[in-house]
């Protein structure tokens, strides 16, 4: 018998849910609108959508991906930057609005629960020590080391996004400076293509004409565009990007001596404009280089399913399934 589990990725104004199975296929998904300020309203929307899939599906597991810092039993979201989640206990509310006591409901940091799908399905199937990393407007992480995913003592591990890489650098929504989130990120990307339309605007002329002549109005999509295209300006922001990535992916593995770097999120659809600078810039710092193996540093394989696909695979085995 096919065994189910749901995952259900929870985004600042919808959700996304799915019926996966054992292989990692989602076999159905539903969505629901929510309310980031207003954290009652996820809960309930999650149960409704629940409710929904329960209707043609058997499951007995329900994984919440969550994009904040989750507790160590997986229960509570602590702290989230962008919905008004503090000290929740996201994992009692929803499973009391389920109202079955044959369902757990466990709760996973997304960018753990996207890490652990790409482990187990995706780009680093065939790895044992691999990091993830998901490049949208933040930076998030996820660790697997032999073949276990790294969660830290308190539950936090592994936000690899605050590690710091610049002293005294740019400030960064965690209270410190020069985290490499604020170099690796979308954010990054827009910040100095924006720097770029206003500092040198004969050099940005692609960029300002896709958008409508506005330097604020740049996003990573028109850097990528642009670049994609063969302007110059455009390749050589992926390029700085993708050094940033890879002089931080060169860092780690002097703690974690990885195989395998996979890199997913928005800031994937540059593709090889990103990712072979960020293999070049690993290469050139990685310690003792030349005297060992260099890790691959690839494109994730999931997309935008990572997160629901993760989540239902975390609670399937927290149930023993
Ligand atoms: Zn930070």
Not at 224 to 233: N, S
Not at 283 to 307: C, F, K, Q, T, W
Request: include cysteine.
């Amino acid at each position: 018998m096919t065994k189910h589990a749901i995952g259900v990725d929870i985004g600042g104004t919808k959700i996304a849910v799915g019926v996966v199975d054992e292989h990692g296929a989602i076999v159905a998904k539903t969505r629901r609108k929510t309310q980031p300020q207003d954290p009652a309203s996820i809960d309930s929307a999650i149960a409704d959508a629940v409710a929904e899939l329960a209707q043609n599906y058997e499951f007995h597991a329900v994984g919440l991906a969550a994009a904040g810092f989750v507790s160590a039993d997986r229960a509570h979201v602590t702290f989230a930057p962008n919905i008004a989640w503090r000290e929740y206990p996201l994992a009692a509310n929803v499973s009391a609005l389920i109202g079955r006591p044959d369902i757990t409901v466990v709760v996973e940091n997304d960018a753990n629960a996207a890490g652990w799908a790409e482990y187990k399905y995706g780009a680093a199937r065939d790895a044992t020590n691999m990091v993830m990393l998901t490049i949208g407007t933040g930076l998030g992480a996820a660790l697997v080391v032999d073949g276990r995913l790294v969660r830290g003592q308190y539950g936090f591990g592994a936000e690899l996004g605050h590690f710091r890489v610049v002293p005294g650098g740019h400030a960064c929504g965690c209270g410190h400076r020069g985290c490499w989130e604020q170099y690796a990120s979308g954010s990054a990307l827009v910040r100095e293509a924006h720097r770029a339309g206003v500092e040198r605007p004969v050099r940005s002329a692609a960029l300002l004409e896709l958008a409508g002549g506005s330097a604020a109005g740049i996003t990573g999509p028109h850097v990528t565009t642009a670049a994609v295209a063969g302007d110059e300006l455009g390749i050589e922001l992926l390029a700085e990007l993708g050094s940033w990535i890879g002089q931080g992916c060169a860092s780690l593995a002097a703690v974690l001596d990885p195989e395998l770097f996979v890199v997913g999120g928005g800031v994937i659809a540059a593709g090889d404009l990103m990712l072979e600078p960020a293999r070049a810039s690993y290469s050139e710092y990685l310690p003792a280089r030349g005297h060992r193996p260099i890790a691959s540093i690839v494109a994730a394989d999931m997309a935008n399913d990572a997160g629901i696909v993760g989540a239902a695979a975390l609670a399937r085995e927290a149930t023993g399934e």
